[in-house]
C-alpha cells in the first residue's frame, strides 16, 4: 500500500505586473508539490481571493497600483494564509513592519527562483524568511534597542514630509500647512537631519525606504 501524495503548497500571488506574475506562477506551477491557485492586481482583490481560494501562502508584491500592500498583511493573516512579502528594496525598517504585521518574511525581487521557492516551502513550513543581514537591526528595533530611522519626527514634520513626497515647494507647503515661509524652511531643515538627508529628493527617498511614505 503506498502512501497518500502529501497536499501541495497552495499560492496566491499578488502581483500588478503581467509579466512579473507570469514568470512567478510559471516557476511556482513548475516546482514539485507547490501550485498557483489565484492572482490578485490589488489590496482589495488580495484580501477577497485570500478568502476564497484558501491559500498556504500569500506572495504579496509591496508596492500595487493601489498603495503599498504592507497596509494589508493583518487581514490577510486573518485567513490563515502566511504571507511572504515581495520588495525591491529590503531594509531593515520594512523588514520590522513586516514581522510586526504578522508577515513570514521578506524577499527581494531580484532573488533567484530557487531562493524564491526554498522560501515558500519554508514559510509553508511555519518558518520565516528574512535576510540574515537584516536581523540584527531588526531584533533591535524590536526590542526598542535602536530607534527606526524618522521615529523622532513630530506630526507637522511628517507633514511636512508628506506634502515632500507629493513634490510640492516650500511656498506650496507653507500654504497648505498655513504657516510661514520661515517656518516652513525650519520644518523643511528638521525633517532633512532627523532623517540624515542632504536634499529634499534624498529626504524623500530614505522615507521611501525606510517605509515612512508610500
Given at each position: 500500500?503506498?502512501?497518500?501524495?502529501?497536499?501541495?503548497?497552495?499560492?496566491?500571488?499578488?502581483?500588478?505586473?503581467?509579466?512579473?506574475?507570469?514568470?512567478?506562477?510559471?516557476?511556482?506551477?513548475?516546482?514539485?508539490?507547490?501550485?498557483?491557485?489565484?492572482?490578485?492586481?490589488?489590496?482589495?482583490?488580495?484580501?477577497?481571493?485570500?478568502?476564497?481560494?484558501?491559500?498556504?501562502?500569500?506572495?504579496?508584491?509591496?508596492?500595487?497600483?493601489?498603495?503599498?500592500?504592507?497596509?494589508?498583511?493583518?487581514?490577510l493573516g486573518e485567513t490563515g494564509a502566511r504571507v511572504l512579502?515581495?520588495?525591491?528594496?529590503?531594509?531593515?525598517?520594512?523588514a520590522v513592519q513586516v514581522a510586526k504585521a504578522g508577515g513570514a518574511g521578506l524577499l527581494l525581487k531580484s532573488s533567484q527562483l530557487g531562493v524564491l521557492e526554498s522560501a515558500v516551502r519554508d514559510v509553508a513550513a511555519g518558518g520565516v524568511v528574512f535576510d540574515p543581514e537584516l536581523l540584527p537591526e531588526i531584533f533591535d528595533r524590536l526590542t526598542g534597542r535602536a530607534p527606526a530611522r524618522g521615529a523622532e519626527l513630530t506630526a507637522r514634520e511628517r507633514e511636512t514630509l508628506d506634502l515632500l513626497a507629493e513634490g510640492a515647494t516650500t511656498e506650496e507647503i507653507g500654504e497648505r500647512l498655513g504657516v510661514s515661509r520661515n517656518t516652513t524652511r525650519n520644518h523643511v531643515q528638521r525633517v532633512l537631519e532627523k532623517l540624515g538627508a542632504r536634499s529634499k529628493l534624498e529626504a524623500v527617498a530614505v522615507a521611501r525606504r525606510e517605509g515612512l511614505i508610500g
Open positions: 500500500m503506498t502512501s497518500a501524495e502529501p497536499n501541495p503548497i497552495r499560492v496566491l500571488l499578488v502581483e500588478d505586473h503581467d509579466m512579473v506574475a507570469e514568470a512567478l506562477q510559471l516557476a511556482l506551477d513548475r516546482a514539485d508539490g507547490i501550485t498557483v491557485v489565484g492572482r490578485a492586481r490589488s489590496r482589495a482583490e488580495a484580501v477577497a481571493d485570500a478568502g476564497e481560494h484558501e491559500p498556504d501562502v500569500v506572495l504579496l508584491d509591496r508596492r500595487l497600483a493601489d498603495g503599498d500592500a504592507l497596509g494589508i498583511l493583518a487581514e512579502v515581495l520588495t525591491g528594496d529590503a531594509t531593515p525598517s520594512v
